[in-house]
Each structure stands twice: as structure tokens, then as C-alpha cells.
């Protein structure tokens, strides 16, 4: 009898476990908790002093970001560096873009873009604590696109299509590296087929009570996006959904995922905990990330990305949605 029900117990987590592709378990295996906590350690420490835009701390921040993509295997993006540089009223600052070119003789001249902002606020002028050190903020959305990055450029055979990676400054003072980049694009706008943004991925403790297997996607039913990067967590064991309706709209334009669709590209944003306790506080330190969690999250977006980049079609906008109207003829 206890022999049966072992077997019985076996077969039913064998049914209940998804059936995933080599590659799939492979970004599954690749991403993991403690890499995560050792790039977001550095990243919202306080040697980075709050990585304001522009400032040494960030930098300091670009050069470690760059140095994980050339490390993953990433290609430069802008000729023989990682850095696209924009000069400021107050001085230059960079986007960090890597690029895992494809392995489609045709969808390779494709991309998807993988983004989050690695600025923050910098030093205030009073206070025992004085750095704003952006962990969650979104220092957790930075170190995801690291280590997502990783896993896809660890595969023998890369995606079908190209993906670039990006780290964007200026989010904070308003989403100027996002707007930079849209307005001096690296890659052809027309052959862009998604944008997806991470922010503030890493806490899951909010005032709404805890977020803990679940993310939300700017935008959901804007396009098919949603639906597609819904359907892939579930191989890792995530749910990806949309947020409540005001807040989701609200939020999709505000992050750095707007300037593109606003060239026509369907996008959104991945948030975790947009109401977690320390926003834009100094009390938003390294030590209080879910790390375990938002390893999951990364593992559902890779496999998100893995079907995006060998599906043929792309997502496309949904015209039965008003608000996602004002971005499908948008030109790019």
C-alpha cells in the first residue's frame, strides 16, 4: 500500500510539473537568487552614492553594468563600447546597451528590447542617512536585466531573434534615457516588435499586504504582450497578470516603457510592488529584497522572452482597447 500511494504522489507531481523545453530549463537553471544579490549589493550600495543623473555613482554603476554584459557575452551595442552617451544640462550620462544578436538568418535583423532604469536620487542634504540607495528602485529591475542577459546569452543556440538589453538613466528627473534613446535609436524602430520594462521587481512586501508569486504588467490588454508573457510564467511557476485598471494606466505612462509606445512599439512594464513601504526613501535598501522571489520573476520573463523570440507573428495592439488606440498608428 505505501509503495502505491509513493507511486501515486510521483506520477502526480510528474503531471503537475511543466513539460519544458531543454533551453527552457536551462534559463530556468542559469538565473539565480544569490547572483541577484551580489549585483544588487554593489548596485545600491553606498559607494554609488545614490546614483543620481549624472554623477559619479552612476557612473560607477555603468561601468559594473557594462562589465556584466561583456562578461555574459553581450555585443556592444554602440560600435566598440556599451555606452550611449547624451549630454545634460548638468553634465553626460549613458545608457548601458548589450546586444545577444539571434540566430535566424532572417528574424535576427528583429528585436526585442529588454529595459530598466539603473538612476536613482542621489544624496539629500540632511539626515543621519543621507543616500537614496534605490534597491527596489529600481536597482532590482537593473540587476534582473543583468541577469536575464546571462541566461539568454548562455544558451549554445541563442533566440531567433536579437535582444537588446538596456539600462537607462535619467528615469527619475523623467524617463530621459527612455527618451534619448527613442529619439536616437541603436536599432531600427520599424524591426523593434516589443519593449518590456522592469521596475521595481524586487520587494514583495506593499501596503496592500504581501505580492509574493505574482507580478503585474503595465498595459495587459493593450496589446497581445500580456497575454503571451502570461501564458509563458506559468512554466516557472509565476503568475503574470494586470494590475488594477487606474493604477495600471497611470503607470504605463510614467516608466521608461511610454517613449516607445509612443513610436508605435507594444510594450509595458513588469512591477512587483509599485506601494512598498520606502519608496523613494532612504530606508530602500539592498538587505529587504525578496530575492527568491524576483529570481522567479526573472525566470518567467525569460521564458516570455524565449517564445517572443521565436514567434513569427510579434504581439500586436489591441484596437478594442481606447486606450492603447493613440499608440497603434503611432509612427516609428
Known amino acids: 500500500m505505501r509503495r502505491f500511494l509513493a507511486l501515486a504522489a510521483f506520477c502526480a507531481s510528474c503531471a503537475a510539473a511543466p513539460n519544458l523545453a531543454p533551453e527552457q530549463q536551462a534559463v530556468i537553471d542559469h538565473i539565480s537568487a544569490a547572483s541577484l544579490r551580489g549585483h ?7 559607494l554609488l552614492e545614490g546614483r543620481a543623473t549624472p554623477s559619479r555613482g552612476l557612473d560607477l554603476a555603468a561601468e559594473y553594468i557594462a562589465a556584466q554584459f561583456r562578461r555574459a557575452g553581450l555585443e556592444p551595442a554602440v560600435g566598440s563600447d556599451y555606452f550611449q552617451t547624451a549630454t545634460l544640462r548638468a553634465g553626460k550620462a549613458k545608457n548601458v546597451i548589450g546586444l545577444l544578436r539571434g540566430s535566424d538568418p532572417v528574424l535576427k535583423d528583429t528585436y526585442i528590447v529588454v529595459s530598466a532604469h539603473y538612476d536613482h536620487l542621489g544624496i ?32 549554445p543556440v541563442h533566440p531567433k531573434r536579437s535582444v537588446l538589453f ?32 522592469l521596475e521595481q521587481v524586487g520587494r514583495t512586501d506593499t501596503t496592500n499586504g504581501p505580492q509574493v508569486g505574482v507580478a503585474y504588467f503595465t498595459g495587459f490588454n493593450y496589446s497581445d504582450l500580456g497575454d503571451i508573457l502570461s501564458h509563458e510564467a506559468s512554466g516557472a ?19 521608461d516603457n ?68 493613440k499608440f497603434m498608428h503611432a509612427p516609428h
Not at 237 to 255: H, Q, T, Y
Open 40 to 46: 544588487l549589493s554593489f548596485i545600491a550600495s553606498d
Open 124 to 155: 539629500r542634504s540632511i539626515g543621519e542617512d543621507r543616500i537614496y540607495n534605490g534597491a527596489n528602485d529600481d536597482g532590482s529591475g537593473t540587476v534582473s536585466v543583468i541577469e536575464i542577459a546571462s541566461a539568454l546569452a548562455a544558451l
Open 166 to 197: 538596456v539600462a537607462f538613466f535619467g528615469e527619475e528627473p523623467g524617463l530621459l534615457g527612455s527618451q534619448y534613446y527613442a529619439k536616437h535609436p541603436l536599432v531600427p524602430l520599424e524591426k523593434t516588435i516589443a519593449e518590456i520594462n
Open 237 to 255: 511557476g509565476f503568475r503574470i497578470a494586470a494590475g488594477a485598471s487606474a493604477k495600471n494606466e497611470d503607470l504605463f505612462e510614467r516608466s
Open 258 to 325: 511610454l517613449p516607445f509606445a509612443e513610436m508605435g512599439i507594444p510594450d509595458g512594464t513588469l512591477y512587483v510592488a509599485a506601494d512598498f513601504p520606502d519608496y523613494h526613501r532612504v530606508t530602500d535598501e539592498w538587505q529587504k529584497i525578496d530575492y527568491e522571489n524576483m529570481a522567479k520573476l526573472d525566470r518567467a520573463l525569460a521564458l516570455g522572452l524565449l517564445r517572443l523570440a521565436s514567434d513569427e507573428p510579434g504581439p500586436k495592439w489591441n484596437s478594442t482597447v481606447p486606450a492603447a488606440r
